[in-house]
């Protein structure tokens, strides 16, 4: 430890604002007004309960107390001031808040702060409900003697990167949104992450019998070493990259711009709470980089590997050993095009993802991604989700009679009782440009009759894709193939299986789908 660092036991908070980056892509200029007001809500109460502000990034508060106590009471004041705050807001632009507290050791250098207990406070905020608090026991335990505080466990929990697990609790503060907001996922088929992890639980004790056996997974192996992930989102303009074919075909004489380093490090935050919420009792670790000296030295290191390919390459291992050796290294750049080339049909962002490492000598080189919705933060996600899952595709559906589904299997180990996903097809050799086209406005019409504020960013996003793909022509990349554009997903319970047979029942899907013949079938 340097002379200069000095070391003590501290009470961490972090605040963050939910839905920010949805917001920005909406309205920057706005939200940037509500970030300046949650820093005035914010700034006074700190203040008053001996806080102090480390740091800010993004649209996330980094603070230190004495107490843990301290902490609380001020977590506690700044949901309740924010109540009033919101009663004179549109409903898309209120101010919600997820805080997180920890009491751990922390040393102080350079005027920053570093240590294990911000490292926990960190992980412990993106686990709060929005407008609630969540703590470590550690808080818990140092507030227990204060009875006023109404204090609620929610289990242990394993956060990334720290090797205990800790017991978290929920400190009510009658502000929490009720319907659990899931951040990205904005359609109502959208599952709460962790009531589809303990279904998915209770699916594989009561159908799969000794289905571990079926996928021929080892308890031992499985324990032996987590799973680990490198992404590093940045938004760097390399313009030799950019002249090449692939962008050149992509981007038609457009020009870009690059994402600020405020919308970057939000994205980032972003991603990075989803893919934590998304697998936090799975044996896979995510580090996606926002400290400057990190991202620095992979925007220069990166690039040189995009050139040239991984192999060969010193800056690969360089990197591979730097972040603890991660089993895959995801570069994703992403770029906004330039508002005055828009138009309503076009993408406001394209991200490229290259995958230049990987322990298991997989490899991927994503083309240009265009994202004609509002959230770059959400794409990527689900992006990464499919590909982290490694969905994989079992069947094709065969024959549809009103509820029941026929499926054609070309994977033999399924089993009656399991749960698969389906996806819509569109065969645009034949009459899937129809098809597609009807399913599209059909979703469209039902989202709008909801009458729900929150649908009119799922209604815009797919009018826009509506008009991109279901114009007056079929577009040049589309004829002859078959796509599945963001399809409509439902869900099939295996009844019976014969042979390479499946019988299944529909087992949930929004109003709007329609089940098909050549619909995909797969599983997580």
């Known amino acids: 430890m340097s002379s200069q660092d000095k070391r003590k036991l501290a009470a961490i908070m972090f605040a963050d604002v939910v839905g920010y980056s949805r917001m920005m892509a909406i309205n920057e200029e706005r939200t940037l007004e509500l970030l300046k007001d949650f820093e005035n809500i914010c700034s006074p109460i700190i203040s ?4 102090e502000v480390v740091k800010k990034v993004g649209d996330e508060l980094f603070c230190e107390f004495s107490s843990a106590k301290q902490a609380v009471d001020c977590a506690l004041s700044i949901q309740e001031a924010i109540q009033p705050y919101n009663d004179s807001r549109p409903k898309d632009f209120k101010l919600q808040v997820r805080i997180g507290i920890h009491v ?23 686990f709060a409900i929005p407008g609630g608090i969540c703590v470590s026991n550690a808080v818990r335990d ?8 109404d204090v609620q466990s929610e289990g242990k929990h394993e956060l990334k990167n720290i090797i205990e697990n800790h017991t978290l609790y929920s400190i009510k503060t009658g502000f929490e949104d009720k319907t659990i907001i ?4 904005k359609t109502n088929k959208t599952v709460p992450v962790l009531l589809g992890i303990v279904a998915v639980f209770i699916a594989m004790i009561l159908f799969f019998g000794d289905s571990l056996n079926v996928w021929n997974v080892e308890k031992s192996v499985v324990e032996e070493q987590p799973e680990k992930y490198l992404i590093h ?20 004489g457009r020009e870009l711009d690059t994402l600020g380093i405020h919308l970057l490090d939000t994205i980032r935050s972003n991603i990075k709470t989803e893919l934590l919420s998304e697998y936090y009792i799975s044996k896979k670790e995510f580090h996606v980089p926002t400290a400057r000296e990190e991202i620095e030295y992979l925007n220069n290191n990166v690039l040189n590997i995009e050139h040239f390919g991984k192999d060969n390459v010193p800056e690969a291992d360089s990197i591979y050993n730097r972040f603890n050796q991660p089993s895959n290294i995801y570069y994703i750049n992403i770029f906004k095009f330039k508002q005055e080339e828009l ?32 959230d770059i933060d959400e794409a990527i996600f689900l992006r990464l989700r499919d590909i982290i899952s490694k969905r994989k595709h079992i069947g094709r559906v065969l024959k549809v009679n009103e509820d029941i589904v026929t499926i054609k299997l070309s994977e033999l180990n399924i089993k009656s009782g399991m749960v698969l996903d389906a996806a819509s097809v569109y065969d645009f050799s034949l009459d899937g440009f129809e098809i597609g086209k009807s399913d599209f406005n059909n979703a469209i019409k039902y989202y709008e009759e909801q009458k729900d504020t929150n649908n009119k960013f799922i209604v815009d996003a797919l009018k826009k ?9 079929i577009q040049p990349d589309f004829v002859g193939k078959t796509i599945s554009p963001d399809p409509f997903y439902y869900k099939l319970r295996i009844i019976e299986v014969v042979d390479s ?24």
């Open 465 to 473: 894709k509506t008009n991109w793909m279901f114009g007056d022509s």
């Open 48 to 51: 008053d309960n001996q806080g």
């Open 182 to 185: 899931n951040k990205y996922k």
């Open 142 to 149: 140092a507030i227990s003697s204060h009875p006023k505080y």
């Open 104 to 126: 751990g050791d922390i040393v102080l250098r350079d005027g920053d702060v570093f240590g294990d207990g911000v490292n926990v406070a960190s992980r412990i905020q993106p």
């Open 343 to 374: 138009n309503d049909v076009e993408s406001k962002y394209f991200y490229t993802m290259f995958l230049f490492y990987c322990s298991s000598n997989c490899q991927l080189r994503s083309d240009p991604v265009g994202i004609t919705g509002l």
């Open 233 to 252: 989102l940045t938004s760097v303009y390399d313009e030799d990259v950019i002249k090449g074919t692939m962008y050149q075909r992509f981007l038609k």
């Open 501 to 524: 047979l499946a019988i299944s029942k529909i087992h949930s899907k929004e109003e709007f789908i329609k089940v098909r013949k050549g619909d995909q079938v797969f599983i997580l």
